[in-house]
């Protein structure tokens, strides 16, 4: 899904976060094969994340739809020096199989695009089919309870019980999103498309919830993201994970 297509939520996931993430995971990917990895961006707009990865030595296929992105992605690499590890392909999940003509690749990252696409299990099963043996997905979606607790939070009662009882999670036909998700939802999916080994984390618990009249400085940020990461990575505090603003999966094909 192309940048300019996604909706901007104050309080979103923080691209820092997200990108030091993945970049955490492409490191053990890295040191398990002994090599830089192929990897795979599905949606992956302007760069945000490939850019960083082909900095750090990997090949990256960026698939997105949105021509305007694929020439900002490719401005970003000439100006970083990676043009030679950086790919842009028009296309969607639904032509992964022509675009990568069988070949396979190490990593898959699939951020912000799942809730958007018209069968996100067929996008799953495509992406899958696109990964190696032992191959990672990265996946990032937008999580359901959260903006049901928003919406009861500013007294939205209405839009909150419907966004929680909504096969897609939407509070309203004015939702800018077409789908959210919830964990056990995402696990199903995963598995049905082949993966194992699946971790979800919640992210930006409270990101979305606290006023931005009350976020001052970056201290203030960074405090309040310190916070976030502590709440959901403690011992018995499992369940949290289901109340991030997005959910950001790891999973394995084998």
Known sequence: MPDEQRPQRRGGVRPSAVVSAVGRIAD????RLGRPLEVLDLGGGTGGVAVPLAE??????????????????????????????????????DSLDALLAGRHVDLACCHG?????????????AIAN???????????????LS???????????????TALVDPSGRWGSTDPLPRRF????????????????????GTNIFGHLVPASLIDSEADRLALAELDDLLVS???REFLRTLGNALHVVARRD
């Open 28 to 31: 053990e990917c890295g040191a």
């Open 56 to 93: 750090a030595g990997h090949r990256v296929t960026v698939v997105d739809p949105s021509p305007d992105a694929l020439a900002a992605l490719a401005r970003r690499a000439r100006e970083a020096g990676i043009v030679d590890r950086v790919t842009g392909v028009q296309g969607d999940g």
């Open 113 to 125: 695009t799942l809730e958007f696409v018209d069968d996100p299990a067929a996008t799953l099963r």
């Open 130 to 144: 696109a990964l190696g043996e032992g191959g990672v997905l990265s996946l990032l979606v937008s999580g359901r």
């Open 147 to 161: 903006v049901v607790f928003a919406k009861a939070i500013a007294g939205e009662f209405t839009q909150a019980r």
């Open 182 to 201: 919830d964990v056990e939802q995402l696990e199903s999916l995963l598995a049905d498309a082949g993966f194992t080994d699946v971790r979800v984390r």
């Open 234 to 236: 403690g011992p018995g």
